[in-house]
């Protein structure tokens, strides 16, 4: 994905290379946030929380926290020209500030390591949907037939296992290798087919009748149906579907050439993003309100309507095997953003070298994947924090999931936004971030004051409930 070219045509000293152009950044940082989060995340997360009044605080957690937080973290990586760990203390060296402010992209690192190990575990899910969807098991299918496909796959650790094995295995096996010019390829065409296949999912549902009521669901604020713990989930989804707060984005910076504009690429990924998202919703609600399933069924929600959705639909079989493919590849260059931090930090302090690291990282990662696996069938009863009225019936999968996500990644987050906002030059990221006069102020004044301030009282907020 990047070019030998060396970067001291654009003024940077180090010999790093260079994104081939500014589509290339842009498809790599879109391949790593379009992912699991948009698809099967976003869909199970508003169906728990109530609809529109979540999303709408999702929308605004993006606009005014994601997005200025994608720029502040691309920009200490094409500054620091490093590592992520590296990056940030050279920008903090050169500003005076303290070097323990990597603290960040350390905890950030723990919640990689963590997420991937049952993102790994869900993108089984999907591989073992190809199958079903390639055999017309979704063919005819109703709400019974289709439950219990998921049933038996949820109650079948060796089945989940050799999915998720497989899985991981792709995933090590890329960025063994490094990442080459194959992912930028597979990014520009597959995204867009993505893209497309939701679309056909989305056509679909405009016909089942029930499109209208799923359009109100999505959009029509009912602030009564959201708690204080939903807010603090949306905010945690705003970081988990832009791969923000675990350094994944300062890691790409590093790359990227000093003429493109930092401010405009991350709207145009954060508005991306955002629109799979939606479109994942407008595809699946529709389905679940046309066959009385229940919106807040939870993780399993997109495999038990968009299946149904396929049986019903003319080429079913080809559309939905197809959209699980596509979902496997988005979740896989989602995956590789996950490993990648990790496996950089780890052939630095060993002598393993780069796919030595990439097979112990995934080993350990995927040896972690076998708690949540557990978690959906043995341990299913297993709920660690159960005293806990917040955390009753989670199990060791949902933990995992709600802490690295609603914990770890805004606390990450806060901290780059209030280095960058607070011990940062401004006249550096003046001249670095690429805004001009007002949006610039805009921008600042959101990474110094509002960032920090918004995720400081969600967790104070949520402490005290
Ligand atoms: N953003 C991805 C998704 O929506 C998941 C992901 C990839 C991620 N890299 C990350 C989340 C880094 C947090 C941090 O599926």
Not at 124 to 137: F, N, R, S, V
Not at 213 to 230: C, R, Y
Not at 276 to 296: D, K, R, T
Not at 335 to 351: F, G, H, M, N, Y
Request: some cysteine; aromatic content about 12%; proline content about 4%.
């Amino acid at each position: 994905m990047t070019q030998s070219n060396p970067s001291a045509a654009n003024g940077d000293t180090s010999s790093r290379g260079l994104w081939s152009s500014r589509l290339a950044f842009i498809l790599a940082v879109t391949g790593s946030s379009v992912g699991l989060g948009n698809v099967w995340k976003f869909p199970y997360i508003t169906g728990e929380n109530g609809g529109g009044a979540f999303v709408l605080v999702y929308l605004a957690c993006i606009a005014v926290i994601g997005i200025p937080i994608l720029m502040a973290e691309v920009f200490l990586g094409r500054n620091g020209r490093h590592n992520p760990i590296t990056s940030m203390r050279l920008v903090a060296e050169r500003n005076l500030a303290s070097p323990l402010w990597r603290v960040s992209a350390i905890v950030g690192m723990i919640a990689a390591f963590v997420i991937l190990s049952f993102y790994s575990v869900i993108g089984g899910w999907a591989a073992a949907y190809i199958g079903h969807g390639a055999t017309g098991d979704f063919v005819g299918g109703n709400p019974d037939t289709i439950n219990a496909m998921f049933g038996n796959l949820l109650a079948s650790p060796g089945e989940l296992l050799l999915w998720h094995s497989l899985f991981m295995a792709l995933v090590v096996l890329v960025v063994s290798r490094g990442l080459k010019k194959g992912l930028e390829r597979s990014v520009t065409i597959l995204m867009p087919a993505l893209f497309v296949l939701l679309l056909v999912a989305v056509g679909y549902a405009t016909t089942t009748g029930h499109f209208g009521e799923a359009v109100t669901f999505l959009f029509k604020p009912d602030f009564g149906k959201l708690s204080i713990n939903g807010v603090l989930i949306a905010l945690g989804h705003a970081f988990f579907t832009l791969s923000l707060g675990m350094a994944i984005m300062m890691a790409y910076g590093s790359y990227l050439g000093r003429d493109v504009s930092i401010g405009r690429t991350a709207v145009i990924v954060g508005v991306t993003d955002t629109l799979v998202a939606l479109l994942a919703g407008l595809a699946i609600f529709p389905v679940v309100f046309a066959n009385n399933l229940e919106a807040g069924a939870g993780p399993g929600l997109i495999f038990q309507t968009l299946p149904l959705a396929f049986g019903q639909m003319p080429m079913g079989s080809v559309f939905g095997t197809l959209f699980f493919v596509l979902l496997v590849f988005a979740a896989w260059t989602s995956a590789i953003s996950l490993l990648e931090p990790v496996v950089e930090w780890v052939e630095e302090k060993t002598t393993l070298g780069r796919s030595g690291s990439a097979m112990l990282v995934g080993f350990l990662c995927w040896a972690l994947g076998i708690v949540s696996i557990l978690s959906l069938n043995l341990w299913s009863d297993v709920t660690p924090l159960a005293m806990f009225e917040r955390f009753e019936g989670k199990t060791f999968f949902d933990l995992m999931d709600y802490f690295t996500a609603n914990v770890m990644l805004p606390l990450s987050g806060m901290l780059t936004a209030l280095f960058v906002g607070w011990c940062v030059a401004r006249e550096s990221l003046k001249k670095d971030v690429g805004l001009d006069g007002k949006l610039f102020g805009v921008w600042y004044g959101l990474t110094r004051y509002v960032t920090p301030v918004a995720v400081a009282v969600v967790f104070v907020y949520n402490l005290l409930s």
